[in-house]
């Protein structure tokens, strides 16, 4: 059941999907087919559905690294903010000319942008014992309002007609793609490569099984020695490398800049990733794959029937209520008493 939990959540969206659709006056059967089909029906699609995935998959993994440790990061999308920022600054001061080593100090920028984002709900949490979910939370806005300013102020493009963005990275500081007219650029490589790393962090390593151990057992993990503060920042400072990454790879591959509105809502969309991939990195590739047809499906509805697109979250939202149910079903009896 628990390998089933969310195909059953699924299959339980589009049960519901269809009475939603019935009462925004769209057929459900024409409706389900631009959403989930027609966005896979053409190369250009499939670059895209890939594309999208990419950082969902990334981020994905960190956040499994977290909630397996239960700790409980929901500030993924300001460490994705955070690594870009980082990385575009870096962009825009050394892309213009031939450096081949910008695009790889980009990377290592990007990362410890968003280690050092995810390093104040990490010491917040350890010294001070605050809660991770708020600090991590809010902390999204900072980084938001941050980026909005830096394109805006500092570093918008002179030449852009005052729009919120910054100029465009140099060829040195971008992505090269990978076939002619279509987005998918090699960054999907380095999203390939951190899913084996993943996997043999959470699979097949003594510190996975010790993440485990303090997240499942507690008490077992304190009498064994494992020092929870010590896991507290290790998974903390996980996933914000692999988000501050995921910011970095979206803003020298398929953007090229820094814009007000970087993010779709990648960092929270790959909470719902991580959970449907029941946090195991081959699940979390799934789980990212299919949310990324929800993403490119929304537009697809939106351009084609003239349907809003929060139709997309929407259907996201009632697919983590289902898994969650499932979860809680699974784990639990539901027993009718006589008062």
């Known amino acids: 059941m628990v390998l089933g939990a969310p195909l059953l959540a699924l299959a339980l969206t589009l049960l519901l999907g269809v009475p939603l659709l019935l009462l925004a006056g769209l057929s459900p059967m024409a409706t389900l087919r631009i959403f989930f089909l027609e966005p896979l029906n053409s190369a250009n699609g499939l670059s895209e559905w890939l594309l999208k995935a990419s950082p ?79 600090v991590s939370l809010m902390l999204n806005y900072v980084a938001q309002l941050l980026l909005a300013w830096l394109v805006n102020g500092p570093m918008q493009d002179p030449q852009g007609m005052n729009l919120p963005q910054t100029a465009l990275f140099g060829p040195s500081a971008t992505f090269s793609a990978l076939l002619p007219g279509l987005r998918l650029n090699a960054s999907i490589f380095i999203t390939a490569a951190c899913v084996v ?112 697109a929060a139709l997309s979250h929407c259907f996201q939202g009632i697919l983590l209520f289902f898994l969650l149910g499932a979860d809680v079903l699974i784990g639990h009896r539901i027993v009718l008493r006589r008062s």
């Open 56 to 134: 969902l998959v990334l981020i994905g993994l960190g956040l499994a690294v977290c909630y397996r440790a239960n700790v409980w990061n929901i500030g993924a999308e300001g460490m994705f903010t955070a690594g870009a920022i980082c990385a575009g600054w870096l962009g825009l001061r050394y892309g213009d000319g031939v450096h081949p080593w910008v695009l790889a100090a980009m990377m290592v920028a990007g990362v410890l942008g968003g280690m050092a984002w995810a390093a104040i709900p990490a010491f917040l949490k350890v010294f001070a014992n605050t809660s991770e979910i708020l």
């Open 197 to 308: 790393l993943g996997w043999l962090l959470l699979q097949r390593s003594f510190l996975g099984f010790r993440l485990s151990v303090v997240g499942l057992q507690p008490a077992a993990a304190r009498y064994a020695g494992y020092s929870r503060n010590r896991i507290t920042w290790f998974a903390l400072l996980v996933s914000g490398a692999t988000a501050g990454l995921a910011g970095m790879m979206e803003a020298a591959g398929p953007l090229g800049q820094l814009t007000a509105s970087i993010s779709p809502g990648y960092g929270f969309a790959a909470i719902i990733v991580a959970f449907v991939g029941r946090l195991h990195p081959v699940g979390v590739v799934l789980g990212g794959l299919l949310l990324s047809v929800l993403y490119l499906g929304g537009e697809a509805v939106q351009m084609t029937l003239n349907v809003p």
